[in-house]
Each structure stands twice: as structure tokens, then as C-alpha cells.
């Protein structure tokens, strides 16, 4: 990292600590308005993107040498309404440099993430950096940084399939939905039971263009409650539907997820036969991701239905995992190039202040000459001359730049940099 500005990380996650430890470090949007105008008071302080998800909570800081971590962050967080010793106890995690800058693209391409591969990390960071920027501006190192880690992220997912295949429970059962139809469009869902697991599979159904979906819950406040999410003010392709009309809400639909938690199973043998009377040889196909089960053992034996359980799912997710799995090596060659480019940007950003003073002298000598050769010859000697003289210049700062890129230790470097400062040292030029 360069020596005028690190990039430092304090956080908490899922890998280290509970649910209820994390929940203690939540930083609220109020919270993070707080936690950056204190740390803007810090001397040394640059700038910080404190991003918190249900999963963790991390804050990225660009700061320089005056810069004293421990009790500036203390304090700050004290102010925020945070305990710091969460994180610098047991379960806090604390890098600088190319470890933290190789964390936050861990964590962008989905490599840290509960579910490996899961895409809604990376629009959560997102969301982080941009109301990071509404409160305050941005150093150039961390917002490189952030870039970087989305630029990397997006190549993971496109370039590998560590986000292939479903591996929560609610997304296998659509994605096992979709193997029985060809187009989902054509075919309604319905979802018993209006709970975390149902909403959440209800969307991917959505998100992937079931035709129509009825909720149905024990609650109607509830069922009506989720419908109006879902359509989120958008037409009325979600509807709920009163408990008693669950036999009757077999018969429109073609997939039916159910997830009610009930001690007895609530879907029937006499409920499903009469539903088939008017569906006119449909087949229905039943996916059970209830403890206990909603659906009665006997229903599987009737013709033309097909129920499959969490046994079934929990198959279609292990699989999927497992191939993820598969995928790690390559995505952590692609964020080890990326990692790698982004370090040689800081290292160009060392050396820019002195290759650009290199310049500066280099081209007060060549206005130097051209002026004195058009005292003496015409403005086209003089033009030529300038010409000349600008090509003469890109050589040699090309040169400069890749002696100072191509040294093997920051000795090296500095006894390179050492030497330009000594050519473009106060002199005097004698033209005559």
C-alpha cells in the first residue's frame, strides 16, 4: 500500500460471530451519519464505506500514518452508539493493506459470503459506497478499492459458476419447478403458508415469471399483506385467498408450495381428489418444505400427483453447493489478477508526484529551447524542434516509469526515484 494513504478494516461476520453478537453492531444509516462525522475529526482520517447486512458488519477506512486506529475508532464508534471492544475482542477482525483490500473483494465476488456465491452481497456494497458518498467524499484510494472489488466480483460471476444452481431451500423448489414446465409464464404457483420461507421463494417464483401466484394463509391479514408486497403496487399477479378456499386454490394451480409450519398436515387425500375432478388431467405437483409435513403420505400414491420434501430439496442444494465448491480455485485466480492490478495502481500512485515534477522540468527545458531557437530560426525550425523535443521526452518518461515499475525491491525503487530528483535538481541551462 502506498505510504500517504492504507486502507484499514474493522468488522464482525458470520464466520466469527452469532446472530445476536451481530445484531449488537448493526450500523443504521443514522448510526453510519455519526460514525463518519467522528471519524472526520480524527487526525490522519481520510475517509470510511461502513457497510452492515444481516451477515456483517465491516468498516473500510482510507486513513494516513497520523492516523491511530485503535483509539480513533473507539472512539467513533463510541459515539455512534456501538461498543468498539466487540470489535477488538474475540470475534472482530481487524486488516490493513492488501489483506483488507483482498477481503472486500472476497467478500464482493461472494466468496465470503453464508451461501458461496450468493449475488446480493455485491448490489449490498453497492448500496453502502454510494451512502458513504452522500455523507462525505471519498479518498482515491478507498474508491479505487471499491471498484475494483465490484470490477472483480462481476468477473467472478460471469466468468466462473460459483452463482450457479439454487442452494437455499426456497430457491430449489423453483428451480425444480422449472424442470417440470417449459415456460412458467403459462402456469400458476401457490403458496400455503405466508411465512420467511414462502415470501422468499415466492419472489424467486416471481423473478422468474410464474404466470400468476395465490397466497393462502391461516392469517388473512398476513396473506393480503404479503400479496400487496409482492405486487408492490404493480397489477394484482399475487392474490390472497381466504384459508377455507385452499381446496379450491388446487384447482388453478400447477406447482404448490406449501410451508405452513402446522403440527398436522393440512393438504388431504379427499382435498386433492376433489381439486382433481376440475382440473381436467393437469398434473399437480406438491413441494412440501414443512416440518412438520403439510402434505399427507398418502397423497404421493394418487395418480397424477407428484409430491416431492425437503429430502428432495435438500438433494438439489447440496448438489449445487458441491459444484460451487468446484469453482473456488478459478474465482481465486481472477481476484488474485485483479487484487494484483489494483496494487500496481497504488504503487503508480506512489510514484506519480515525482514522475510528474520529472515532467514539469523536462518540459520547462524543452520551452526553454524552442524559445531560443526561434530567436534564432523561423517558426517552422521552431515547431519542428518542439515536435522533436515532445517525442524525445515520452521516451524518457517512458523509460523512467517502467525502470521505476520494474524494480525488484522498494529500495531499488527509492534509489530510482533517488536519481530523477538529483537530474531535475535546481540548475542553471546555457544555451549559448
Known amino acids: 500500500m502506498s505510504e500517504g494513504a492504507n486502507i484499514l478494516l474493522w468488522g464482525i461476520d458470520h464466520h466469527r460471530a452469532p446472530t445476536e453478537v451481530r445484531e449488537r453492531v448493526h450500523i443504521s444509516s443514522e448510526a453510519a451519519s455519526v460514525l463518519i462525522a467522528a471519524l ?8 470510511c464505506v461502513p457497510v452492515s447486512t444481516c451477515n456483517r458488519t465491516e468498516i473500510y477506512l482510507e ?16 459515539e455512534a452508539g456501538l461498543d468498539p471492544l466487540i470489535f477488538t475482542g474475540e470475534y472482530g477482525l481487524r486488516l490493513q493493506g492488501r489483506e483488507a483490500m483482498a477481503h472486500l473483494y472476497r467478500v464482493a465476488s461472494g466468496m465470503e459470503s453464508m451461501m458461496l456465491g450468493e449475488p446480493q452481497i455485491a448490489a449490498q456494497l453497492k448500496d453502502a459506497y454510494r451512502q458513504a458518498k452522500e455523507h462525505h467524499e471519498l479518498g482515491p484510494v478507498i474508491m479505487r478499492a471499491f471498484q475494483g472489488a465490484f470490477r472483480a466480483g462481476k468477473c467472478v460471476r460471469t466468468q466462473t459458476k460459483i452463482g450457479a444452481g439454487a442452494v437455499s431451500v426456497a430457491f ?35 423473478q422468474h415469471g410464474i404466470g400468476g401466484l395465490t397466497v393462502v394463509n391461516r392469517s388473512p391479514e398476513r396473506a393480503l399483506d404479503l400479496a400487496a408486497d409482492l405486487n408492490g403496487g404493480k397489477g394484482e399477479l399475487v392474490r390472497a385467498r381466504p384459508w377455507e378456499d385452499l381446496g379450491a386454490s388446487l384447482v388453478d394451480a400447477d406447482v404448490v408450495l406449501t410451508t405452513t409450519g402446522a403440527v398436522e398436515p393440512v393438504i388431504m387425500p379427499d382435498m386433492v381428489k376433489t381439486a382433481l375432478k376440475g382440473r381436467r388431467g393437469r398434473p399437480l405437483f406438491l413441494l ?10 398418502d397423497v404421493g400414491s394418487i395418480e397424477g400427483v407428484y409430491v416431492f420434501g425437503l429430502d428432495d430439496l435438500d438433494g438439489i442444494v447440496q448438489s449445487n453447493l458441491a459444484a460451487r465448491r468446484q469453482e473456488i480455485p478459478r ?17 503508480d500512485m506512489d510514484l506519480r508526484p515525482s514522475v510528474d515534477e520529472f515532467r514539469s522540468y523536462l518540459e520547462d527545458l524543452k520551452d526553454k529551447q524552442v524559445g ?41 525503487r527509492l534509489q530510482h526515484l533517488s536519481t530523477l530528483h538529483s537530474l531535475f535538481g535546481d540548475g542553471s541551462d546555457d544555451h549559448s
Not at 172 to 199: P, Y
Open 172 to 206: 430449489a423448489a423453483v428451480e425444480l419447478a422449472r424442470k417440470f414446465f417449459a415456460n412458467l409464464s403459462d402456469h400458476r404457483a401457490l403458496l400455503v403458508g405466508a411465512g420467511e420461507t414462502g415470501a422468499l421463494a415466492a419472489r424467486h417464483f416471481l
Open 288 to 297: 412440501d418444505i414443512a416440518v412438520p409435513r403439510d402434505v399427507h403420505p
Open 372 to 412: 531560443w531557437v526561434r530567436k534564432k530560426e523561423s517558426d517552422e525550425v521552431a515547431s519542428a524542434v518542439d515536435r522533436s523535443l515532445q517525442q524525445f521526452i515520452k521516451k524518457v518518461l517512458g523509460r523512467s516509469m517502467a525502470s521505476l515499475k520494474n524494480a525488484e525491491t522498494q529500495e531499488e
Open 63 to 78: 486513513a494516513r500514518p497520523a492516523f491511530h486506529a485503535h483509539e480513533a475508532l473507539s472512539r467513533a464508534l463510541g
Open 331 to 347: 474465482a481465486e485466480a481472477i481476484l488474485t489478477a485483479e487484487l494484483n492490478e489494483f496494487q500496481g495502481w497504488i504503487q
Open 40 to 47: 472526520s475529526r480524527e487526525n490522519g482520517f481520510v475517509s
